[in-house]
């Protein structure tokens, strides 16, 4: 198959924002914020992977996702590891990830209850360019005042622990279950391993690769699908002419042209470097 620019989906969320990120439309004043925006696979597809761009004014609910196992249990497809990589964050922006010592699992639903589990995890302060990988099982919440890239297994399941009262649903037996207890420790990542290619995730559900601008050949797997995310810069590949803000997925062999000022994430699943 060839390229395929991805079509938007915008989603509505009560931590999203009206001032988005250049590329993207601004929604109107006094309609609700925008909180993400998807990129979607055409047809009736479920790829393994799915590109999200976050806006937040807000903090995220706290939540936990199941694993590949817990989800299938459930007859779900897969669980959700999930990565971001900053675009830009205020002076005093934070991610939560996992508690800040270990937590037995009544003491998690306590303060899932009462609150307090927002004390309870681990706020790390965060700035443009920092990639954090949250595996299935990491009780976490992204913080306000973030524009990030999001690259996650293609699954919409989450189990919303706590979220300050607002009104929406939460899930606290079966987040409860599948949270991991103890703290979240970041998964090591080879960085550059060429001349204008660094690896920023590797595995175990996808890999993330960041590029610089120039030509560059691809050589997909049969079967395996690639996304490729410009952060910044111009170019085209197969004859699809691409720009920041957009998304293109890949298959098979390709030459990824892109304007020498181009910062470019390319994930696929799996847990070998192509
Ligand atoms: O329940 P909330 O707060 O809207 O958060 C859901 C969002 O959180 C994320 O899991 C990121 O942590 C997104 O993939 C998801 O759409």
């Keep these: 198959m060839p390229a395929q620019l991805l079509a938007t989906h915008r989603v509505e969320k009560p931590w999203g924002r009206h001032r988005l990120w250049p590329g993207f439309d601004d929604p109107a004043e006094g309609s609700e914020p925008i909180g993400e925006i998807w990129f979607q696979t055409p047809g009736d597809a479920a790829p393994d992977l799915l590109i999200k761009y976050l806006f937040t004014s807000e903090k995220l609910s706290v939540q936990v996702h199941p694993d590949d196992r817990a989800a299938h249990l459930r007859g779900l497809p897969r669980g959700k590891d999930e990565c971001w990589v900053i675009l830009a964050a205020e002076p005093d922006s934070t991610i939560a990830l996992g508690p800040r010592e270990r937590v037995e699992s009544d003491a998690l639903r306590n303060a899932a209850i009462d609150g307090s589990i927002e004390e309870m995890l681990d ?152």
Excluded: M
């Excluded at 992204?142 to 999001?150: D, F, Q, R, S, V």
């Excluded at 997909?220 to 085209?236: A, E, Y």
């Design 123 to 274: 706020w790390k302060p965060v700035r443009a360019g920092d990639v954090l990988y949250a595996p299935s099982g990491t009780v976490h919440a992204i913080g306000a005042g973030l524009t990030l890239i999001e690259v996650q297994q293609n699954s919409e399941t989450t189990y919303r622990l706590y979220d300050y009262g607002r009104p929406r649903e939460l899930h606290l037996d079966d987040g409860i279950a599948v949270a991991d207890l103890d703290p979240w420790v970041p998964a090591p990542a080879p960085g550059a391993v060429e001349p204008g290619r660094s690896i920023l995730v590797e595995g175990p559900k996808f890999i993330l690769e960041r590029w610089e601008g120039g030509d560059r050949v691809v050589r997909l797997p049969h079967g395996v699908t690639g996304w490729l995310i410009p952060v910044r810069g111009v170019g085209d590949v197969d004859g699809v002419a691409w720009q920041a803000g957009e998304c293109v997925t890949l298959t098979g062999s390709a030459v990824v042209s892109a304007s020498e000022d181009s910062d470019l994430l390319f994930a696929y699943p799996g847990d070998a470097r192509i």
